[in-house]
């Protein structure tokens, strides 16, 4: 089956537009916002339970994420009232707590939300540095309007929980009532400007408005350059072991080479490591160029690491080597660092790649223009090893984006 399948085209589904179609389970019903598979899919629906009704336990390969819109909802891990915020996370993606449940995601706390400078408030359910996802849940009084929260790099859906919004995207309006629901991937807005696209209640009613937007990244790729939204910082802060920022420069051969070995060395504390991990993404303007998922397994307490990987690197088009060398540092990588599920480390790097015969060394620097000794190798020494993954708490999500009803 599919329904609006496409992630990289604009998607708008009004709840009088949906049939309801009956699940393998008596008394559960699928309204299809947007599907691509059978009874395994990658899936955005709103579902209604009859009372008493019951769905087999399942797994959800691509993760899960849930909204509780009315009455309350059971599953092994608990009981959700009205307003509740679930997501089961695939481990193998996110450094995240596994199961999340954010309870009563209108109720206004200061604590808990951030007023927007064109009215109403926001809060942030949940948040990925690895993915650049984001879920967010506003309320906006009469007159309130919202514009893209994270400068719409990786694109948007919006969803009505209550109320009236007039959507204005691409020199288009569209008015979303509630259970309205809206898909934008990044190409969908003109000259990719956030600016044009705003979320406005015209009603004299308040608004309550689900939102996520990065995740669509994941699957159409970032064909957007990102723009800062400073209206709400939802930035978390880093100390200096968690967060480095490294810069390399290369001879412009290094762009056509088929093979690459990265060594890396590192320490570990007093505790044996289990699932060290590192994930590591490269975007030339925005655009993912390639992507290494290395797994290390097992480290001895107060033990000092190499770590070597042989890896292929895809070819790239030789008018985007010459792209890369005309345009210093605007190839950035971030590298992600885990043990088990817990990140402890976050590099990012920047490259310049020199034209072969003025390139006479490869040289990396710490935030600085020294031109020292060349490094031929990323450090990442420290410790890294000295944390153990937490333990899975109770929690939640999915691009099985399930609503339920």
């Known amino acids: 089956m599919k329904v609006n399948a496409d992630l990289s085209l604009p998607a708008i589904v009004h709840y009088d537009e949906i049939t309801f179609v009956a699940s393998p389970s008596h008394g559960v019903f699928r309204g299809m916002l947007d599907r691509d598979g059978d009874e395994v899919a990658l899936a955005t629906t709103l579902v209604r339970y009859a009372p008493n009704s019951s769905f087999p336990s399942h797994k959800h390969d691509a993760g899960e994420e849930f909204l509780v819109l009315e009455g309350t909802f059971h599953d092994d891990h608990g009981a959700y009232p009205t307003g509740t915020y679930v997501r089961n996370e695939v481990t193998w993606m996110t450094p995240e707590d596994t199961h999340v449940v954010v309870p009563d995601t209108a109720v206004h706390t200061a604590k808990d939300w951030s007023s927007l400078s064109t009215g109403g408030n926001v809060r942030l359910l949940y948040q990925n540095a690895a993915t650049g996802e984001h879920a967010w849940f506003l309320v906006l009084g009469p007159g309130a309007r919202v514009e893209s929260l994270d400068g719409f790099d990786g694109g948007e859906e919006v969803f009505v929980v209550a109320g009236t919004v007039t959507a204005l995207y691409a020199s288009t309006s569209t008015q979303m009532l509630k259970y309205s629901w809206l898909r934008l991937p990044p190409q969908a807005i003109a000259n990719c400007d956030p600016s044009k696209t705003v979320f406005r209640n015209t009603s ?142 976050h590099n990012k790097a920047e490259y310049k790649y020199i034209v072969e015969d003025r390139a006479q060394s490869k040289r990396s620097y710490y935030d600085s223009d020294d031109e020292g000794d060349a490094k031929e190798r990323k450090g990442a020494a420290g410790s890294a090893g000295a944390k153990e993954a937490k333990e899975a708490k109770d929690a939640k999500w999915s691009k099985e984006d399930e609503y339920d009803d």
């Open 204 to 345: 004299t009613e308040e608004a309550h408005v689900f939102i996520k937007t990065g995740h669509l990244r994941r699957f159409v790729g970032r064909d957007c350059p990102p723009r800062a939204a400073a209206k709400v910082d939802y930035s978390q802060p880093l100390d200096e072991e968690s967060y480095r920022k490294i810069r390399y420069e290369f001879s412009e051969d290094v762009l056509r080479l088929p093979t690459i070995m990265t060594s890396l060395e590192f320490s570990v504390g007093g505790k044996e490591v289990h699932g060290f991990r590192m994930i590591e993404r490269h975007y030339f303007r925005e655009e993912l160029v390639k992507s290494y998922d290395f797994a290390f397994g097992f480290c001895i307490p107060r033990s000092t690491n190499t770590w070597d990987a042989v890896y292929s690197v895809p070819a790239l088009d030789e008018d985007l080597i010459q792209d890369m060398v005309a345009n210093p540092y605007a190839t950035v990588s971030d590298s992600f660092y885990f043990v088990g599920d817990e990140l402890i480390m």
